[in-house]
């Protein structure tokens, strides 16, 4: 068999692999599109699920490879994601009309939950670069834990600033804390850029 004729099987299996990955991604987005027309509040919750359980799978790996991890800005990270996965959970459970949680079941209590878990995910991402390599798993999972339960009850009992007004719309605080989140977003690109040799 000579290198061209394997090289000719390599291409018709790639392309046939291909084809098949753009085919089964087609589907899925067809899929997922046909649901967010008929069942919006469904199809909201799968995305936020799928979201949930990749927070939760960076946590697993990394908290299982800990004794593997060179830089531990990873560790820090995925730390961070676990704490990151379960507001957004929460969010899912409160959001307008799946009347899980009573207490939250509304679109301000949702949108207040979004914020917080972007808010914490943004600040993590900047803090691990410079914080990332000094730090105790300890320490940092009860900070995080600490911080998780003040941010839920200042929502239980309206303490954190109220983001949707119904009839109204999105209040200041909520669109000024979109913009603050996306230039944090934007930084910790940046800041992750400068770093790129030391990953």
């Keep these: 068999m000579t290198v061209r004729m394997i090289m ?14 753009v085919l089964v991604q087609l589907a899925v987005a067809l ?3 046909a649901i967010a027309y008929s069942n919006y509040l469904f199809f909201h919750s799968l995305a936020e699920l799928f979201t949930v359980i990749i927070a939760a799978v960076i946590f697993l790996f990394v ?3 800990r004794d593997f991890i060179t830089d531990r800005y990873v560790l820090f990270l995925g730390i961070a994601y676990l704490f990151v ?9 409160s959001f307008k009309g799946m009347q899980v949680l009573t207490w939250s079941a509304t679109a301000d209590a949702a949108t207040r939950l979004w ?8 600040a993590s991402l900047l803090a691990a670069v410079k914080l990332g390599s000094n730090f ?11 911080f ?3 941010g839920l009850l200042s929502i239980r009992y309206g303490i954190f600033p109220v983001c949707y007004q119904e009839g109204v719309g999105l209040t200041p605080f909520k669109i000024v804390s979109e913009y603050v989140i996306t230039v944090g977003l934007f930084a910790a690109l940046v800041l992750y850029w400068r770093e790129r040799r030391r990953f």
């Design 148 to 150: 998780t339960i003040l």
């Design 136 to 146: 105790r798993e300890g320490r940092l999972l009860f900070g995080y834990l600490v």
């Design 63 to 65: 908290w299982n490879s």
């Design 8 to 21: 000719t099987r390599l291409r018709r299996r790639l392309t046939r692999k291909t084809l098949v990955s």
């Design 85 to 93: 996965g379960g507001i957004d959970l929460v969010h899912v459970l």
């Design 31 to 33: 899929a997922g599109l």
């Design 115 to 122: 914020i917080l878990a972007r808010a914490l995910e943004v």
